[in-house]
């Protein structure tokens, strides 16, 4: 390592003074200008981290939904996933490190890391349309380059796409092919063989109105749009040419506000669907005849992917097993369904997608999704030699194997994908003839509400059983059991953000007014009992 060039360097990438960030749920995230030497340091980590694991490291520069103005970056580790804990430590340390003091902690994260300097480092970098972004991503480039690290830029993809790169060249191929060519012929080959099977595919079910969220997925989404057009025609809103990014419109917006994106006209029955701005999030959604807005969101995502894929087991006659994952943010209604209607069983982890797949990949089938869009589904290698040995079975059960081999290579498996995710529920749609209402009718979602309440230190709070219970501060969890009795069907949970300097208030009852008074009286305990700060949380909000 040459350590004189990465003080020279660095201090063309100088950290601001006292400036202290955290490599959070999905890697760090703030205004774009302030991120400069972080960018420039997590070229340095990911090529350490290449040379340890002796492999293809990427990273992402986006922040996602979050407003224009701000960026991000997160490494993504060999086989497409979230980088390592003991990493996201180093990460830290890292990027709050004082120029005099990098040296320092380099070699020691390479010493505790066993890195082996002389060792090649090899590292792909992306980035979504943010104006900062291209910038930032040749911070990471300096980064990756001082020490001897080789790399590929990819310039602009979705954060998923960049997952796809590494996992593609981590596994020699196998997979598919690292380029955007391979990705889009990868999908759309197994989204027309899948609907190939479809009986009834009429016009209602090739038609769908999507919401880009003024971001890389409309760029992308275009770009592949001609490979798959003969079995789904795709029109494009919010792409970037007039608004602006995830302002008033995108995933994060439809679902968190439970309305329709702005700059795009609806009519009823239209299936439609919004990404977030690195296209990893997508909802669903329309107007029924009477203009009501219905939002279909990741947990009943979850719910036609896996109720499907369990079909297609059962088919196949086969043993292996299947398990739901979802988050303490997951509708009510949607786990009671999958638990007792379809007889899923049903996990419950943190927020965050690296906690959702990792328990994801404890089944020979795991389908995950956050309610908020984000997820997808993990094959094992036991589903995929039953697909082998199929040759051999009967008519019948030979096409159910065909199919669930063509699923496997349309689900994105190295991240939550909304391209990926769109294509297979739009195959799944028109396999089982289902409309949107149809979809939208195999549950009634609890009504709900989340709020956010300002404290003086969120960490003040901590959380057991997957997020469901505060254990801190003494009495919190007391107040909120008191409240939830008041109301029918109903279930609160508080929990500070991993992304924003927040305590985020989650509450479901069997009315949204009731929804809505359950989470106003929880925040105001957590305002009460965790230091709140500012204005009161009001009723009415
Ligand atoms: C990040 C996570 C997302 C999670 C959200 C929660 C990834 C790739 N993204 O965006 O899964 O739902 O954080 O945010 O893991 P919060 O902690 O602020 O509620
Ligand atoms: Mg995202």
């Known amino acids: 390592m040459d350590l004189g060039a990465v003080t020279k360097y660095s201090a063309l990438h100088a950290k601001p003074s006292g400036l202290i960030l955290q490599y959070g749920t999905a890697g760090f995230r703030t205004k774009a200008e302030h991120l400069d ?23 992402m520069v986006t922040a996602s939904h979050n407003p224009e103005e701000d960026n991000g970056v997160k490494l993504v580790d060999p086989l497409g996933e979230m980088l390592a804990p003991s990493w996201e430590e180093h990460a830290t340390c890292l ?28 590292v792909v970098v992306g980035r979504d349309t943010r104006p900062s972004s291209e910038k930032l991503s040749q911070s990471v480039i300096d980064g990756v380059t001082v020490l001897g690290g080789e790399f590929h830029d990819y310039g602009l993809l979705t954060t998923p796409q960049l997952h796809y790169m590494v996992y593609c060249r981590n596994t020699g191929s196998r997979y598919g092919k690292a380029t955007l060519e391979g990705y889009y012929q990868k ?44 079995g789904l025609s795709v029109q494009l809103f919010n792409d970037g040419s007039k608004g602006k990014l995830n302002h008033l419109c995108g995933a994060d917006f439809v679902k968190s506000h439970q309305k ?9 029955n239209e299936r439609c669907c919004s990404f977030d701005g690195d296209a990893d999030r997508i909802v669903y959604y329309y107007h029924d005849a009477d203009g009501h807005f219905h939002l279909i969101d990741g947990d009943k995502i979850a ?101 669930l081999e063509n699923i496997i290579d349309l689900f994105n498996q190295a991240a939550g994908d909304a391209i990926s995710d769109m294509l297979v529920i739009e195959a799944i749609l028109a396999l ?39 254990v801190t501060p003494p009495g919190l969890q007391e107040t909120i059991n008191d409240l939830v009795k ?56």
């Open 187 to 230: 999908l759309s080959k197994a989204f027309m063989e899948l609907i190939k099977q479809a009986s009834c595919s009429g016009d209602e079910y090739r038609s769908l109105k999507v919401d880009c969220a003024n971001g890389i997925g409309a760029l992308k989404l275009r770009e592949m749009e001609h490979y798959f057009s003969q």
């Open 95 to 122: 990027a709050n490190a004082e120029e005099q003091d990098m040296q320092r902690v380099l070699i020691d994260i390479s010493e505790k890391e066993a890195v082996n300097l002389q060792q090649d480092a090899f």
């Open 486 to 541: 008041k109301y029918k069907l109903s279930r609160a949970f508080v929990r500070p953000s991993g992304t924003e300097d927040v305590v985020r208030v989650y509450a479901e009852a069997d009315s949204q007014e009731s929804a809505d008074h359950l989470a106003c009286e929880v925040s105001l305990a957590v305002f009460q009992l965790a230091g709140g700060i500012g204005e009161r949380p009001q009723p009415g909000f």
């Open 303 to 403: 719910t036609l992917i896996s109720s499907f894929l369990k079909e297609l087991l059962v088919e196949i006659g086969e043993s292996l097993n299947i398990g739901v994952v979802q988050t303490a943010y997951a509708n009510g209604s949607s786990t009671r369904y999958l638990e007792e209607v379809m007889k899923v069983p049903v996990y419950c982890t943190k927020t965050g997608v690296k906690h959702l797949h990792h328990k994801a990949q404890e089944f020979d089938i795991g389908v995950y999704f956050e309610a908020n869009g984000h997820g997808t589904a993990l094959f094992s290698t036991a589903v995929e030699m039953k697909i082998k040995q199929s040759e051999q079975l009967e008519e019948k059960k030979r096409k159910a194997a065909k199919m």
């Open 432 to 470: 089982k003839g289902l409309t949107v209402q149809q979809w939208d009718a195999l549950y009634t979602d609890l009504p709900n509400r989340q709020l956010k309440v300002q404290v003086a230190d969120r960490r003040v709070i901590s959380t057991t059983n997957a997020e469901r219970q505060a």
């Open 37 to 59: 030497h972080v960018m420039f340091r997590m070229g340095l980590l990911a090529a350490l981290r290449s040379k340890q694991t002796k492999s293809t490291i990427g990273v």
């Open 260 to 268: 329709p994106p702005q700059g795009m006209e609806i009519k009823s």
